[in-house]
């Protein structure tokens, strides 16, 4: 069967360290993956998007890697702070758009 | 502010019951997606639609039923309601079928059923 699954439902590090998210999937060949935020009782917000002929993908603190062949996205927020902390979900894009469980990241100052 | 309206904001309604949500997308969206969001559960696709057709289904309830209009506008009505149903759902919108580019959510309908 098809699965979108993000490592762990919970991370927790201090300010200032790397946070290291992981999405794995089976079942699917995406054209495309995507990363949202998601606050409390909040709709998600797009973060990036990562094409499947790329491997790499930066905008400011965040850095987005695609490996079709492992089947595994990896998204990186450095320099960490609490402002970050929030709910990340990874989307696979297909004829649909498919939504992992997520990974709650918590900051610690 | 995404662009993508919904309400109302917070439906309570009883078992049994039947309720609309509505949905504008962002102007110039002609997708629509829907998707259901149970306490503490991730993001459950349940229907898409583009420029007034529908598109792709995903686990969406035969008692639940979606439509959108010439206007771009979309409803999704649930009907029979369970208190299973009470969850958030968010309506989100693209320029084009597929996603290749960024998907704007709305703030959602938090439905209670009691």
């Known amino acids: 069967s098809q699965k979108i699954e993000q490592n762990s439902e919970a991370l927790n590090i201090q300010e200032g360290k790397t946070a290291t998210l992981t999405c794995n999937y089976t079942?699917?060949?995406?054209?495309?993956l995507q990363w949202y935020r998601q606050d409390p009782g909040r709709g998600p917000v797009f973060l990036l998007l990562?094409?499947?002929?790329?491997k790499e993908k930066r905008k400011e603190r965040l850095k987005v890697t695609f490996d079709t062949t492992l089947k595994q996205s990896l998204f990186h927020i450095t320099a960490s702070q609490p402002a970050d902390s929030a709910t990340y979900l990874c989307?696979?894009?297909?004829?649909?758009?498919?939504f992992g469980a997520g990974t709650r990241l918590t900051v610690k100052p | 502010d995404s662009g993508v309206t919904q309400t109302p904001k917070h439906l309570i309604t009883a078992t049994g019951q039947r309720v609309t949500l509505r949905c504008s997308p962002r102007?110039?969206?002609?997708?629509v997606y829907w998707y259901q969001q149970s306490l503490d559960q991730g993001l459950q696709f349940l229907i898409q639609?583009?420029?007034?057709?529908?598109?792709a289904k995903g686990n969406i309830l035969e008692r639940f039923s979606a439509q959108q209009f010439p206007d771009l506008h979309s409803e999704l009505n649930l009907s029979s309601l369970e208190l299973g149903d009470s969850a958030l759902y968010f309506c989100?919108?693209?320029?084009?079928?597929?996603?290749?580019?960024?998907?704007?959510f709305g703030q959602g309908t938090r439905l209670t059923v009691v």
């Open positions: 989100a919108s693209s320029v084009g079928a597929v996603i290749d580019t960024e998907a704007f």
């Open positions: 079942n699917y060949s995406p054209a495309y």
């Open positions: 990562i094409r499947e002929n790329e």
């Open positions: 989307a696979l894009a297909l004829d649909d758009m498919r």
């Open positions: 102007s110039g969206d002609l997708s």
């Open positions: 639609y583009y420029n007034g057709e529908e598109r």
